[in-house]
């Protein structure tokens, strides 16, 4: 064994030197040699949704950070190898001598599975492997075993154990210095991954290629490029980076009274350019901010600060809290967190599009279509095509810019599952996960689970109107005009209903209400789509279908759920595929899909029982429902825009 250290840095998730524990760890051991590598992993390259705006943001950091590298040591830089990290690093234990391995810990699903493989390789190599917590305030771990071995499900459950862990660490300033890196020789062949499924062919126009030789076209271990990868080229305007984001840090942080009193449910979801939020949350993600360092910079703020300071869960610390609590719930349910089925702590509700069940139970990524008016409402959804300005607006922005407020969020989930068009939690939350560039997986599944009152938060009465809530911060629509440019032109008042505006108005502002979204002009003139649904009947139809799925009482791991005789304890006529006994019987009642009516008029808003999602959260494994008594809507224009069967049920 050589004399001194000769270590094997791997970045991941903490694109960043300041504050990381496990870098610090690894310089601790005083390394002759310290190799800083990336891995480039086929799963998140092929199995994982990524949209361009994610690659390019995780491209940015990399090049930061190995910038940042270089400038300590000239003769280092981050070493991006392109091969699974399974197959890759026995390999390189034992090309370049490794004694130690040096990592931050990761608590997502895949990454415990991988990491549990690479320590049992590491230990056949005679590499002894250093894991340190940095992604979160808290270890995972630690917050599950000290609330009682059960997943951390609200945030007073984070804060007492949380107590119970200690005070959170102040953060580490980066290093002054690198060691060398030692020889780079990589005298081994290149193993090529299956590219097949790809869950990202979708994002590419050319041929992916990163992985043609290991240590990159140009053999200098270089970021790869969105061409290498074959991808089509970002459109957001966000940026990556450890240096971007310690930047905005430190702009956020001088404006004192903002950052004290920062209230997140007071902040509009309609600005833009600026955004009424911090947009640290893509940096959070993939490392290049420490959470400790924002956690701190801020609460310095607020505890000098004269007036009166905002508190958790509402203040900015808090959102942080909601981070842990949702790391801290993956850390105990595992892959099981990220689906209904399989689940203890999620709401079972009988939602159209359900995901279909692979090997030891898990979603394969596909789905069943059980309506086919519900994928219709599920594509318009996702394509910013509903007939809803406020909601096509933020699914555009999304989809454009890869970010939308907290609040966006909240509407447009509430929208596809519970609120309107009651389709399965998880096809939105793999939209999100395909297109939002600080997409986190535990976050992104607890938000969903949030906002389909399936876990977390069970006042399914309360629901975002798509034309209510955004008139709140922007009455005249002009979050609307920028991401919806077609009615950019539409008079204030018919902004947020465009379909209520007289012919000759639509005319004069240059685009007629007319279609489904299909068609972007006809006869010259531009077109948006009618709503595709009467907001208060379907709201209506959701409501009842939720009541009943509450009355029900059943969760993810109830044998019932895999024989299908769930159906017994709902009615025929209950929205969702609820006929029969069993999965036969549903499948026979949804043969025949019900077509649109269309009608001259559109649907008329209710008006939002707001309060929003509260921001406790709460445990709902044997809770009971705590919704509030819900205002009437007004009547809808429109009592036949969809010509209801059963009900009003999907087919």
């Not at 001194?4 to 870098?23: E, G, I, M, Q």
């Not at 956020?252 to 911090?278: G, L, R, V």
Request: net charge neutral; with cysteine.
């Amino acid at each position: 064994m050589p004399a001194k250290p000769r270590v094997l840095y791997w970045f991941r998730t903490d694109l960043r030197l300041h504050d990381s524990p496990a870098l610090k760890a690894a310089l601790d051991l005083k390394p002759e040699y310290l190799w800083p590598i990336w891995c480039w992993d086929p799963h998140y390259v092929y199995r994982a949704r990524v949209g361009p705006n994610r690659w390019q943001y995780l491209l940015d950091c990399q090049s930061d950070l190995s910038a940042s590298i270089t400038k300590l040591n000239p003769k280092s830089k981050l070493f991006v190898i392109r091969e699974a990290p399974q197959t890759l690093l026995p390999k390189l234990f034992k090309a370049w001598r490794v004694t130690h391995l040096v990592f931050e810990k990761d608590t997502d699903a895949y990454a415990r599975d991988r990491d549990d493989e690479v320590r049992r390789l590491a230990k056949e190599a005679g590499v002894e492997v250093v894991v340190r917590t940095g992604r979160t305030l808290y270890d995972p771990d630690e917050l599950v075993k000290e609330n009682g071995g059960r997943p951390t499900m609200s945030i007073s459950q984070v804060e007492k154990a949380g107590e119970k862990i200690g005070n959170i660490a102040r953060p580490i300033p980066a290093p002054s210095k690198l060691p060398d890196p030692g020889e780079t020789v990589l005298d081994f062949d290149l193993e090529r991954p299956s590219s097949e499924p790809d869950f990202n062919a979708i994002q590419r126009d050319g041929q992916e290629s990163s992985y043609s030789k290991l240590s990159g076209p140009k053999g200098d271990f270089s970021v790869p490029t969105m061409e290498e990868m074959g991808l089509k080229p970002a459109s957001t305007p966000h940026r990556g980076g450890e240096t971007v984001a310690l930047k905005m840090l430190d702009d956020i942080i001088e404006n004192e009274s903002w950052t004290a009193t920062f209230e997140k449910p007071n902040t509009a979801p309609t600005a833009f350019e600026p955004q009424a939020t911090t947009l640290l949350s893509p940096h959070m993600h993939f490392g290049s901010l420490s959470c400790r360092a924002f956690y701190w910079r801020v609460q310095d703020v607020v505890d000098m600060y004269k007036g009166k300071a905002s508190q958790p869960p509402v203040s900015l610390t808090g959102q942080l809290l909601f981070r842990d609590m949702y790391f801290g719930a993956q850390a105990k349910l595992g892959w099981f967190f990220g689906q209904t089925e399989g689940n203890s702590h999620c709401r079972f509700i009988p939602w159209h599009l359900r995901s279909k069940l692979g090997q030891k139970g898990l979603i394969t990524g596909e789905y069943t279509i059980d309506s086919p008016v519900a994928e219709e409402y599920f594509q318009r959804w996702k394509f910013g095509r509903t007939g809803f300005p406020w909601i096509d607006a933020v699914m555009r922005q999304l989809r454009v810019e890869g970010w939308i407020h907290h609040l966006a969020r909240h509407a447009v989930a509430c929208f596809l599952t519970r609120g309107g068009c009651y389709v399965a939690w998880e096809r939105g939350a793999e939209v999100f996960e395909e297109w939002l560039i600080d997409h986190e997986a535990a976050c992104n599944i607890g938000n969903w689970q949030w906002l389909s009152c399936t876990a977390f938060y069970s006042q399914f009465h309360r629901c975002y109107s798509p034309i209510a809530f955004p008139q709140k911060t922007d009455k005249n629509g002009d979050f609307v005009r920028h991401f919806v440019p077609e009615l950019k032109d539409f008079p204030a008042k018919y902004i947020y209903e465009p379909w209520k505006a007289p012919i000759q108005d639509q005319r004069k502002a240059g685009c007629l209400i007319k279609g489904d979204g299909n068609e972007e002009e006809v006869d010259g003139a531009k077109v948006y789509p009618k709503p595709m649904f009467d907001f208060n009947e379907r709201r209506t139809i959701c409501m009842e279908g939720m009541k009943s799925a509450y009355q029900a009482k059943l969760y993810g791991d109830n044998p019932k759920l895999l024989d299908g005789s769930w159906r017994k304890l709902f009615p025929d006529s209950g929205e969702g595929p609820t006929e029969g006994v069993n999965h036969a019987d549903a499948a026979k009642a949804n043969k025949k899909s019900r077509k649109d009516v269309d009608t001259e008029h559109g649907p008329q808003g209710v008006d939002e029982d707001h309060g929003g999602a509260a921001d406790e959260g709460g445990d709902l494994r044997g809770g009971g429902e705590s919704g509030n008594k819900r205002k009437r809507g007004r009547k809808g224009t429109l009592d036949g825009f969809i010509k209801p069967s059963k009900a009003g049920k999907l087919k």
